[in-house]
């Protein structure tokens, strides 16, 4: 497989869930040997509007006097934001590097000028919770191996109409560590993700090189630390995971992958939210740390 833009590049199989999450013999080996799983028609169009009204209007409340919210992942300079480092439980609005000037004044309309909320929004707001700890997902976990699987991390990504920028090659498992690793991200595509409007890229079967860096909080600072002997990965191996909306993504935390900035007019709105093992240990100097008001919860059903 090589490198391409074409319509006509190599494509991961896609697969279906039963009605209650669970996965067939042969997307269970295609997880094993990809490292990713693409699953069509997990959501529905009821719940994709209802997901993207709530975060609608967590942005028409957004206060937009918080100018700290600007998020690149060209620089880590976000990384010594307090605005940052201190939103793992909570929730926070972030904007597009490319939505304000340099006066901090707006660009583009404030409904255009997002890249993402994060990232508790599974834990303290009604209709991500209902959404993500559906039993559906609690059994996907179940099946992929996850041992006492807990919601660490949600974030809706908007991906914006010709601002939305780019989010480089990197591993969940560099930001979100636990030891063994266990991390392991779910991307709902809320609209059509294409090559056009940045759809996910992915370098299939390359996680099982193991992690190249890690995130971490060194003399209160966050850092990129590259690990010893860090893996070599092939990035003109490259796959696009162009999918239709309601379809579901599942990323293994070593997984490289990355998007393109979005120069198209169609926004490419995603929701996603990482799992991580109860049973593994989480560092404290990890970026992510949630106050001892908000613990993990177990991905198990609740009643609604
Ligand atoms: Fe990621």
Not at 71 to 78: V, Y
Not at 158 to 168: D, S
Request: glycine content about 8%; aromatic content about 10%; some cysteine.
């Amino acid at each position: 497989m090589s490198h391409t833009n074409s319509k006509d590049a190599f494509r991961l199989p896609t697969f279906r869930i039963d009605s209650d999450g669970g996965l067939s013999p042969e997307a269970l080996r295609s997880w094993q040997g990809a490292g990713c799983l693409v699953i069509e028609n997990f959501c529905d169009e009821r719940a994709r509007r209802e997901l993207i009204r709530a975060a609608d209007s967590i942005v028409a409340q957004f206060d937009m006097t918080d100018r700290d919210a600007i998020f690149s992942t060209q620089t880590h300079e976000h990384a010594r934001n307090k605005y940052f480092e201190t939103s793992g439980d909570k929730i926070r609005c972030f904007f597009e590097e490319n939505a304000l000037n340099q006066n901090g004044n707006l660009l583009v309309p404030k409904e255009q000028s997002i890249n993402k909320i994060g990232h508790a929004l599974h834990d303290l707001h009604p209709v991500f919770e209902r959404f993500s700890y559906q039993p559906r997902i609690a059994r996907l976990m179940q099946e992929l191996g996850i041992d006492d699987p807990r919601l660490l991390q949600s974030m809706f990504i908007f991906k914006q109409p010709g601002i939305g920028g780019e989010v480089n090659w990197h591993q969940d498992g560099s930001f979100l560590y636990t030891s063994p690793p266990s991390v392991t991200g779910l991307w709902f595509a809320l609209e059509d993700a294409t090559l056009e409007n940045g759809c996910l890229w992915a370098l299939p079967g390359q996680h099982t090189r193991g992690l190249r860096s890690r995130f971490l909080r060194v003399n209160g600072e966050l850092i990129m630390e590259q690990l010893s002997a860090p893996p070599n990965f092939d990035e003109d191996q490259g796959v696009p995971l162009e999918v239709p909306a309601g379809s579901l993504i599942i990323i293994h935390g070593a997984l490289p992958h990355y998007s393109a900035p979005n120069r198209s007019q169609k926004s490419r709105y995603a929701y996603t939210l990482h799992a991580i093992s109860g049973t593994a240990v989480y560092p404290e100097d990890n970026w992510l740390q949630r106050g001892q008001d908000l613990p993990l919860r177990r991905l198990t059903p609740i009643s609604h």
